[in-house]
């Protein structure tokens, strides 16, 4: 089959090209019985193209090189033939029913989500997946993780370059897997090419995909739906286990959200926050009002110098807008994404960071506190 | 020739105005015509300066030449201005010079309506384009628009897209309703229906393509504005609206729009092709009825747009259904093409090597359609650059191809002069090259697995995009050839007769070249 397109693409001139192994040219297999099927229809259906295009410019060139006048040829008249038409009205109708009986046992088979084993909620923000083990008390979100210095050039580009995340979504081996795929913002597209699921994120809506994955492996796909800015840079990692690799890492993520609370309990000095808060900053915030804190004009606002990050009594009304994000626009509310160390890390250092010197902190506690009551302890406004 | 003898009867008393209030005021059909041509060539030009910047932008993986919201404006700009402000307004160019000539008529039947919905056009665009100096950037959601990525997460400047799409949609239903005035009464006496050219018949049902689907549109955008300034939630799911109307109401537009941009192009090659194969067009008859059903199908189709966006699966089978279907009647239009070549006598001048360029790649196109048509496929496909590659084969091997063969095809009867043959066909070559290059490896790259609309992108896409990008910039610049070669043709052609094309038919060629700034004053005899 590979070879087909190898040739047909030799003909646009690009042969020399093809030696090199790392050319995709076709769609991937995948790893499903799903997406074997949807292999399998894409093949059919380029083959009856080539058929159909190889009977159909055949004679065209024929034509091109044996009926032109320089060969001095005298042109017929001929201009209609009710039967020829009829023929080439029927014959292509035929041939498309016999496309369309494999293609709708394919489809009604996608859209049987029923009796699965493992439910996952996946919902699309801007630009981020966040993934939600339904029953498992499990949640996290997805971030890409290729650094900044690598998509502006200035370091060599890793080899998944734009495809790979901080933590990827991990599922077991030989299990039907549902997904329910929503968004909070915007329009996404959840697609891992390997499995052929593709389905929108749409806010308000919760769509359904299935699959049965039986290699294990590392699979990746990318946001399909212009979403924004940083449509580019979400992308998605889906990490395949054996049952009992599943079932252990399933307790590590239990056992970490225990970790995480206690990180929250403990004291936490200006220092650790401030370095805690530029690594959360760069991942999570430098995107869109970048690593400078000078933000992009008239789409981003800066975070330095201006009134909310560097006047004291603001301290609230930013500890608010991280925590519940601004309704309209794309600063989303971060209080569910991001753990209270995490939160008060990153305020802590947006307040002291490029010469806003507010001496402020806040503390993991004090995003606890505000988190449950919507307001700052009275202590929550120290000094370093 | 009673034809030529009453246009210079005409021509003493009534010429061309002089100066510039010539072109404001003017409700000459072929005045209009040639500035709605100029005007689309700028676009296109403009709106291929974009590309040029995406591609750019896409040589290399990693971000080098512009940030990705601009990015974002960028593609967005080029396809709001290739499909509004280059491929339609060149079909009315075409639409304006071409019809009254061609069904025995003296003008457009209204005239001073013809002159408003072009002069309409420059402005809504200056409005479109001067979002992208205002604050906060033009529109950069995509010349889709979806909701709510362009209602509540859009940019400031949407209010003046909408205005500019609103502006736009009023040109085009003007326009649309004088074609459609023109052909159904101005037609010469014994100019039956089914007698007319089949450029006139696409444009005929083009026409109500556009009637029927603009006011859509302008729905579509005005329901954005009231989510926008007055608090209404048609698409913002959370005061209870659906972001998926938004898909439906602007693909009950779209899908018919696609078919506005390809049905006048099958009438300019129908024109054509049986001209320089010296034999009548095979099929006249079944090549209407064909138009006919493919702009009905156009209409129960649009959801294959959205195949992945959780429609009922019963819907997505009425949709994939419906969708095939539509290769019947294209396949009908293709093999009657291609007969009429079979057993002709046939010469390969510009604008018949457009024209079997557009047939062959165009019909490429249709396979791309066809594949996407297979929803499970589809889920595959979509929204990667195999849609990519789909439409452009579709929309500049297929209409802007076609819009260049009818341009050389009738500059003789424009202009009076002929083109430049040598130079002409360097343009064809190199467009024929560049388009390749840049589209074809784009199947490629969309089935490999990369996405559409992102400025940047994974290693192993690398190669196939820098030969995208180094045949875009050869497309890209080619197109000063054509610019080039069309005003040497003005300037300094060589005179062309009132015929030029030995195979051509139709009353176009029964008036003097130039044609008179008013033709068919009295009506032509029809046989």
């Not at chain 1, 090189?65 to 009205?89: D, N």
């Not at chain 2, 008859?285 to 138009?291: K, P, Q």
């Not at chain 2, 062309?496 to 176009?508: F, N, S, Y």
Request: net charge neutral; proline share 5%; aromatic share 14%.
């Amino acid at each position: 089959m590979k070879h087909s397109v190898r040739i047909l693409a030799g003909l646009m001139g690009l042969g020399s090209a093809m030696s090199q192994a790392d050319w995709g040219l076709n769609m991937t297999r995948g790893v499903t019985s799903v997406s074997e099927d949807v292999y399998g229809l894409h093949m059919a259906i380029f083959w009856v193209c080539v058929i159909i295009g190889v009977i159909v410019f055949g004679v065209m060139f024929w034509s091109i090189i044996m009926h032109r006048k320089s060969r001095g040829v005298k042109p017929a008249t001929f201009h209609e033939s009710t039967l020829v038409e009829i023929l080439w009205t029927t014959i292509p109708f035929l041939i498309l029913v016999g496309m369309a009986i494999p293609a709708t046992k394919t489809l009604i088979h996608m859209y049987d989500a029923d009796d699965s084993d493992i439910d996952i909620k996946v919902t699309g923000h801007q630009w981020k997946w966040e993934y939600e083990y339904l029953g498992e008390g499990v949640s996290f979100f997805s971030n890409l993780s290729t650094p900044l210095e690598q998509i502006y050039n200035v370091r060599r580009k890793n080899p998944n370059y734009l495809l790979e995340v901080d933590e990827p979504l991990v599922v077991p081996t030989g299990k039907k897997i549902r997904f329910l795929i929503t968004a909070g913002d915007v329009i996404h597209s959840w697609w891992v090419p390997a499995l052929a699921v593709k389905k929108d994120a749409i806010p308000g809506f919760i769509n359904e995909a299935w699959t049965i994955i039986d290699k294990p492996g590392i699979y990746r796909g990318q946001c399909a739906e212009l979403c924004g800015r940083n449509h580019a840079f979400m992308p998605i990692v889906l990490d395949v286990r054996s049952e009992e690799d599943y079932a252990s890492w399933l307790g590590e993520k239990r056992e970490e959200a225990k970790a995480i609370r206690a990180l929250t309990a403990r004291d936490w000095s200006y220092d650790e926050l401030y370095d805690r808060g530029k690594g959360v900053y760069n991942k999570v915030c430098a995107q869109c009002h970048q690593a400078n804190g000078m933000g992009i004009p008239g789409a981003f606002p800066a975070l330095k110098g201006t009134p909310m990050t560097t006047k004291k009594d603001q301290l609230t009304a930013h500890v608010d807008i991280v925590v519940n994000g601004k309704k309209g626009t794309a600063m989303q509310a971060f209080g569910p994404q991001l753990n209270e160390a995490d939160l008060a890390a990153v305020i802590t250092y947006e307040r002291n960071a490029w010469g806003n010197n507010t001496g402020q902190m806040v503390k993991p506690v004090d995003i606890l506190q505000y988190k449950k009551t919507g307001q700052l302890p009275q202590t929550g406004d120290q000094a370093k | 020739m009673s034809a030529m003898t009453d246009t210079g009867h005409a021509d003493a008393h009534h010429g061309p105005a002089k100066g510039l209030m010539r072109w404001v005021l003017t409700t000459n059909h072929k005045d209009i015509g040639s500035m709605y041509l100029w005007f689309s060539f700028f676009m296109f030009l403009a709106g291929g300066f974009m590309a040029m910047v995406i591609r750019a932008e896409l040589f290399e993986p990693g971000m080098q030449i512009v940030e990705p919201e601009f990015y974002n404006q960028m593609l967005t700009m080029h396809g709001l201005i290739m499909v509004f402000g280059a491929v339609m307004p060149a079909f009315t160019g075409l639409a304006n010079w071409m019809i009254p000539m061609m069904v025995g008529a003296p003008d457009m039947a209204l005239p001073r309506m013809n002159n408003w919905s072009f002069w309409i056009l420059p402005f809504a665009f200056a409005l479109m384009m001067s979002t992208l100096f205002m604050e906060g950037g033009g529109p950069n959601f995509g010349w889709t628009a979806y909701a709510p990525l362009s209602t509540d997460y859009g940019p400031k400047s949407t209010t003046f897209f909408i205005f500019a799409i609103h502006m736009m949609g009023i040109s085009s239903i003007m326009g649309a309703i004088n074609i459609i005035a023109t052909i159904l009464n101005l037609r010469a006496p014994g100019m039956t229906l089914m007698k007319m050219p089949l450029f006139v018949w696409t444009w005929l049902i083009t026409a109500y393509l556009l009637i029927a689907v603009m006011p859509v549109l302008a729905g579509a955008v005005t329901m954005m504005l009231m989510d926008i300034h007055f608090g209404t939630s048609f698409f913002n799911a959370g005061g209870g609206g659906d972001p998926v109307l938004y898909q439906h109401v602007f693909w009950f537009f779209g899908h018919p729009e696609v078919y506005i941009m390809i049905l006048p192009a099958f009438g300019i090659v129908s024109a054509i092709i049986p001209a320089f194969a010296r034999k009548p067009l095979f099929g006249y008859t079944s090549m209407v009825y064909a138009t006919a059903s493919i702009a009905f199908l156009s209409f129960i189709v649009w959801a294959h747009h959205m195949f992945t966006v959780g429609i009922p699966v019963t819907g997505e089978l009425f949709f994939m259904y419906a969708t095939m279907l539509i290769a019947v009647p294209t396949g009908v239009k293709v093999f009657n093409w291609i007969t009429t070549m079979f057993r002709g006598a046939m010469t390969f001048e510009t604008p018949m090597l457009f024209s079997l360029a557009f047939v062959v790649l165009f019909t490429l196109g249709g396979f791309s359609g066809l594949m996407l048509a297979i929803a499970p496929a589809d889920f595959q496909y979509h929204d990667t650059y195999f849609v990519v590659a789909h439409f452009h084969y579709v929309l500049v091997s297929g209409a802007v191809f076609a819009i260049i063969a009818g341009v050389y095809y009738w500059l003789p009867k424009w202009t009076g002069h002929m083109y430049d043959e040598t130079l002409a066909k360097t343009h064809f070559w190199l467009s024929f090259i560049g388009m390749n290059l840049t589209f074809f490896p784009m199947h490629f790259l969309g089935l490999a697995g990369m996405p559409r609309r992102i400025p940047d992108y994974a290693l192993q896409f690398t190669d196939f995009n820098m030969i995208a990008s180094a045949g875009g910039f050869l497309f890209g610049t080619t197109q000063l050839l054509f610019l080039f070669v069309v005003i040497k043709c003005v300037i300094c052609g060589k005179k062309a007769a009132a015929k030029p094309w030995e195979g051509a038919d139709g009353l176009e060629w029964s008036v003097p070249s130039p044609a008179p700034y008013h033709t068919f004053s009295t009506p032509p005899d029809v046989k």
